[in-house]
């Protein structure tokens, strides 16, 4: 499971109020992830992390942040949260990237999730 | 261009049955194609995974088939069972270490 917990695992609250989700890595890796899903939309990139103090947006950034102060941990915040914001919140981590010939890797291991419910 | 259309949404098979999913690309950068597998209340699991200068892979029951000229490629489950029964995402490598995502199938295989 690459040793990646999300923390925490359920959480309600409510519109406006800032929430803060917490992805924790046991291994090192340079890259991390935040996804969200949401029926009908797969996986839709949030935002990614390529090292310490390295971010970028996703396709989806709009209302989230993101900080890595240490390599272990990547956490998402709403600043102030929408009912838009329901969804099931998946940190991910790449492994370090193995190429062969002209193509490369690019395999990416998910934590278990967070159920948000903004109400 | 930088879509992965999914087919279909959901998908009923019996059990022993064969399950195909496809997917669709533009993108001709797209250079790693891989598949994940995801139980309900759990995190997407990698499955298998194919490079565009292979036109099939298999592991076990599941084989990927690659259309390079056609810029599709489908997942196949041979003699489904019941345990398969899962949402699978196909998704592609955009270049910058980012994937890009079909919307899922959901798969049941009735008994």
């Known amino acids: 499971d690459a040793g990646i917990t999300q923390s925490p695992r359920h959480k309600v609250t409510e519109t406006g109020t800032p929430v803060t989700l917490r992805c924790h890595q046991t291994?090192?890796?340079?890259?991390m992830y935040w996804y969200r899903q949401d029926p009908g939309h797969g996986l839709r990139l949030i935002h990614y992390?390529?090292?310490?103090?390295?971010?970028d947006k996703g396709e989806v950034s709009d209302g989230y942040s993101v900080s890595r102060s240490k390599t272990e941990d990547f956490l998402l915040t709403l600043e102030s949260a929408t009912s838009s914001q329901t969804s099931v919140y998946f940190c991910?981590?790449?492994?370090?990237?193995?190429?062969?010939?002209?193509?490369?890797?690019?395999?990416?291991?998910f934590g278990p999730g967070t159920r948000l419910t903004v109400l | 261009q930088q879509q992965v259309k999914q087919s279909p949404q959901s998908l009923i098979v019996q059990k022993g049955g064969i399950s195909i999913i496809n997917c669709a690309y533009e993108?001709?950068?797209?250079?790693?194609f891989p598949w994940y597998q995801q139980f309900p209340g759990k995190g997407p699991a990698l499955l298998i995974a194919?490079?565009?200068d292979v036109s099939e892979k298999k592991e076990g029951r599941f084989t990927i088939s690659f259309n390079k000229s056609a810029k599709q490629f489908s997942l196949h489950i041979m003699d489904s069972q019941p345990g398969d029964s899962a949402t699978y995402f196909c998704?592609?490598?955009?270049?910058?270490?980012?994937?890009?995502w079909g919307a899922g199938t959901k798969l049941i295989i009735k008994p």
């Open positions: 194919i490079r565009p």
């Open positions: 998704a592609a490598n955009a270049g910058n270490y980012q994937l890009i």
């Open positions: 291994e090192n890796h340079r890259y």
């Open positions: 991910a981590i790449k492994k370090a990237q193995r190429t062969s010939g002209a193509s490369s890797y690019n395999e990416q291991f």
């Open positions: 993108n001709t950068a797209f250079d790693y």
């Open positions: 992390s390529y090292g310490v103090k390295d971010t």
